[in-house]
């Protein structure tokens, strides 16, 4: 390359670095300036969102559980579990490694507040008897397997009860299917005596797809919530409401 262009190429880099530094020190701060991010519960959780759907309303692909408005003690419970092993899902035991218990306290109370809409259920897929079979077990129980019904933990209205008790309503089938299979094949734990281990491990599989069914095909009632007190005491221990369910007189 010959001198004569070398020094104008020298020039003309200079020239320019001298433009980008005029530009910086009078441009308006704002075009400069790094972008704000706002300081809220509802972005940082984003990174829940983008698999439990806007606003933790559900994914769409069946699997990922609606998380807004379960009771607050529930999701806590569920978000240490994630993070300390009890509950074996890698994305979700990344994501909660470096927080602690009161951060888990502020995710679970931001998506327990939230009160959105349901959408309509899918609709069930199993024969008429099949679905006899899943609602029986949910209201009434199987006493020949030592099966509690659902009710009888999960609230008459199955909407769980606060603080610590999931919904069964309001959930893909799929999920429920591989929650109920987690319990029944050891891969899911909770605090002993681990009662949902105990139910699901005493069903056999065509009864876990028949509650799947039931449950994920009923609608839930507008304004529908967690209710305040079981509807009587527990049918078996159960570790996992060590923390005290309020025991009520049979109300939702």
Not at 90 to 98: D, I, N, Q, V
Not at 170 to 181: K, S, T
Not at 189 to 195: Q, Y
Request: charged share 15%.
């Amino acid at each position: 390359m010959s001198a004569p262009r070398t020094g104008r190429l020298a020039r003309t880099a200079i020239a320019g670095g001298l433009t980008a530094a005029l530009f910086a020190i009078s441009a308006p701060a704002h075009l400069h300036a790094a972008p704000s991010v706002e300081d809220s519960m509802a972005q940082r959780v984003l990174a829940c969102t983008g698999c439990h759907g806007a606003q933790g309303r559900a994914a769409r692909d069946g699997y990922y559980p609606r998380i807004a408005g379960k009771p607050a003690g529930y999701l806590f419970q569920q978000l240490r579990a994630f993070r300390d092993g009890r509950r074996s899902y890698g994305p979700m035991a990344t994501l909660l490694a470096p927080l602690n218990d009161a951060y888990l306290h502020e995710i679970a109370a931001h998506f327990a507040g939230l009160d959105l809409p349901y959408p309509p259920p899918l609709r069930a897929t199993a024969s008429v008897d099949t679905l006899a079979r899943g609602e029986a077990l949910v209201t009434r129980g199987d006493a020949a397997l030592r099966v509690p019904a659902c009710v009888q933990c999960h609230g008459t209205a199955l909407m769980g009860v606060a603080p610590g008790v999931p919904a069964l309503i309001g959930l893909p089938r799929d999920y429920l299917n591989a929650q109920l299979g987690a319990w029944r094949t050891g891969q899911r734990h909770a605090a002993t005596p681990d009662c949902m281990a105990q139910v699901a491990q005493a069903l056999p599989v065509a009864d876990i797809s028949a509650l799947s069914q039931w449950l994920g095909a009923q609608p839930v009632p507008r304004g529908a919530k967690p209710a305040t007190t079981l509807p009587a005491a527990t049918p078996i221990p159960c570790g996992s409401m060590a923390a005290g369910v309020p025991r009520g007189t049979g109300k939702p």
